[in-house]
């Protein structure tokens, strides 16, 4: 069945460090893929898509490109601020409008 | 702008009592969805609704049911109450579409649920 596989956190960071969260998922067919944030105390919100194979979506100074070759969908960020500490959750398009959501990655960046 | 609203943020009640938590949405989605989320495993769905009165079980529906009557209402009920329903509960819509960016879900702010 569709799965979506992330990096077990927390992943700490200090401010302005580079920062990779990785995401590979299995699925079939051709999905939507999806990175959304958790900041504390609220609900989600998607951070970024893409579509298709090849798409690169970006957002806030974050990306990911979405690779149908080693369906992979890596979050990215040159720079991080103390205000990206979050959690990340990586989530693929399925059947009925549902997604499948990733154990998320939380993020902690010191100053 | 999307919004989604759950009517407690914050919600304590007592193992056995029937519990109800409400979602209202506001941009006429078809979709709207339940999840719980819990450290290290992510959001699981509990149920769905696409459309008024209609529901699906999700991957873990025991202990809970829903009610949809009108189109931008959908609520969870704990019909008992136990403890290990202690969870963040997450309510999402989206609309109906064919395109793939219409799978992007809007989430409301959740509940923290505590069964003591």
């Known amino acids: 069945g569709n799965s979506v596989t992330q990096m077990e956190g927390p992943v700490t960071l200090s401010e302005e460090a580079f920062l990779t969260i990785n995401c590979t998922y299995t699925a079939t067919g051709y999905p939507s893929l999806f990175w959304y944030v958790q900041y504390p105390g609220e609900g989600l919100q998607l951070l970024l898509k893409?579509?298709?194979?090849?798409d690169k979506g970006s957002n806030k100074g974050f990306e990911a490109t979405y690779r149908k070759e080693t369906t992979s969908f890596h979050l990215e960020k040159g720079s991080v601020q103390v205000s990206d500490s979050a959690v990340y959750f990586c989530?693929?398009?399925?059947?009925?409008?549902?997604?499948?959501f990733g154990s998320g990655t939380r993020l902690l960046v010191r100053p | 702008d999307v919004k989604v609203t759950q009517s407690s943020r914050y919600l304590v009640k007592r193992t056995g009592e029937k519990v109800f938590l409400e979602c209202v949405q506001d941009m006429d989605h078809e979709n709207m969805f339940w999840y719980r989320q819990d450290p290290g495993l992510g959001l699981r769905l509990i149920y769905f609704?696409?459309?008024?009165?209609?529901?699906e079980k999700g991957d873990i529906p025991e202990g809970y049911s829903v009610s949809r009557e009108k189109k931008e209402r959908f609520s969870l009920i704990l019909e008992s109450a136990s403890t290990n329903q202690t969870s963040m509960y997450l309510c999402a819509s989206t609309p109906v579409g064919t395109s793939g960016s219409l799978y992007e879900q809007y989430f409301g702010p959740g509940t923290r649920l505590t069964v003591t």
């Open positions: 989530a693929l398009s399925a059947p009925s409008y549902k997604l499948i």
């Open positions: 893409a579509t298709k194979a090849d």
């Open positions: 609704s696409y459309d008024v009165k209609m529901k």
